[in-house]
């Protein structure tokens, strides 16, 4: 990695917002780290600016473990300058049913928090020195889901992505005094393959009339990360053409 230049860690980067993301900031000159369960597209591993990948089951906490043993010691003394906690995960049911309250599997509730919320707790405790050596920023990709009933996102993403709005507000009061800023990016309807094929009915309920694309959600997030925010902290910026709004 090059001294001189800004770095930038993300979890979740081998498609949709993750891929964007990555592209986006490559294209504005940073080194970058990522992390997923997967190895990354061919395309992505000729970006001359993706430095390190690294593949490993956030999830599971020993891979975790591993993984911030792994990432540190490759920033070493080095500053980080973001963080974006974009992996998550939304189970559904063998026949794409909504899974609620109701009829969700309790131990996939679990699992979902873990990748959902208690990832992005860890990863910011575990980079915390490195992120105050930057006076960097963390930014949690939450979701238009976390603040409404939605018609496809199950109750355990939906809950938890709530749940990491609240702790993006409880990381920018207490990284303040590391000189950490913590924001969050609530996307809408954005078409990734995470996006459920009756999608399409949605867009009449939103004003710009469209699907969002993945890059509108990495431009934000590349603002939250950059100097021009630097006196917002504690945010939720929602990225869903309005959607949000009725």
């Given at each position: 990695?090059?001294?001189?230049?800004?770095?930038?860690?993300?979890?979740?980067?081998?498609?949709?917002?993750?891929?964007?993301?990555?592209?986006?900031?490559?294209?504005?000159?940073?080194?970058?780290?990522?992390?997923?369960?997967?190895?990354?597209?061919?395309?992505?591993?000729?970006?001359?600016?993706?430095?390190?990948?690294?593949?490993?089951?956030?999830?599971?906490?020993?891979?975790?473990?591993?993984?911030?043993?792994r990432a540190n010691g490759l920033l070493a003394d080095r500053p980080l300058h973001a963080l974006v906690n974009?992996?998550?995960?939304?189970?559904?049911?063998?026949?794409?049913?909504?899974?609620?309250?109701?009829?969700?599997?309790?131990?996939?509730?679990?699992?979902?928090?873990?990748?959902?919320?208690?990832?992005?707790?860890?990863?910011?405790?575990?980079?915390?020195?490195?992120?105050?050596?930057?006076?960097?920023?963390?930014?949690?990709?939450?979701?238009?889901?976390?603040?409404?009933?939605?018609?496809?996102?199950?109750?355990?993403?939906?809950?938890?992505?709530?749940?990491?709005?609240?702790?993006?507000?409880?990381?920018?009061?207490?990284?303040?005094?590391?000189?950490?800023?913590?924001?969050?990016?609530?996307?809408?309807?954005?078409?990734?393959?995470?996006?459920?094929?009756?999608?399409?009915?949605?867009?009449?309920?939103?004003?710009?009339?469209?699907?969002?694309?993945?890059?509108?959600?990495?431009?934000?997030?590349?603002?939250?990360?950059?100097?021009?925010?630097?006196?917002?902290?504690?945010?939720?910026?929602?990225?869903?053409?309005?959607?949000?709004?009725?």
């Open positions: 990695m090059d001294d001189s230049r800004r770095t930038l860690l993300l979890t979740g980067a081998s498609r949709g917002i993750g891929h964007a993301t990555v592209a986006l900031f490559s294209e504005r000159n940073w080194d970058i780290i990522t992390c997923s369960r997967d190895e990354p597209p061919e395309e992505c591993r000729r970006d001359p600016n993706w430095s390190h990948h690294i593949t490993a089951d956030l999830g599971d906490p020993r891979s975790l473990d591993k993984f911030l043993e974009n992996a998550g995960w939304s189970p559904k049911s063998p026949v794409k049913e909504r899974l609620g309250c109701l009829n969700g599997d309790l131990d996939a509730w679990r699992q979902v928090f873990e990748l959902n919320f208690f990832v992005p707790l860890r990863l910011a405790r575990g980079l915390a020195p490195a992120l105050s050596r930057g006076r960097g920023a963390v930014v949690n990709i939450t979701s238009i889901a976390g603040h409404a009933v939605h018609p496809f996102a199950g109750s355990a993403y939906s809950t938890s992505k709530a749940a990491l709005s609240a702790l993006t507000r409880e990381l920018a009061n207490e990284f303040a005094e590391l000189g950490v800023r913590v924001n969050a990016v609530a996307p809408g309807e954005i078409r990734t393959a995470m996006l459920s094929p009756e999608t399409d009915m949605l867009i009449p309920r939103i004003p710009l009339h469209r699907l969002g694309e993945p890059e509108d959600v990495a431009a934000t997030v590349h603002y939250l990360c950059s100097p021009d925010s630097g006196y917002v902290t504690g945010t939720e910026i929602f990225v869903t053409g309005g959607q949000h709004i009725l």
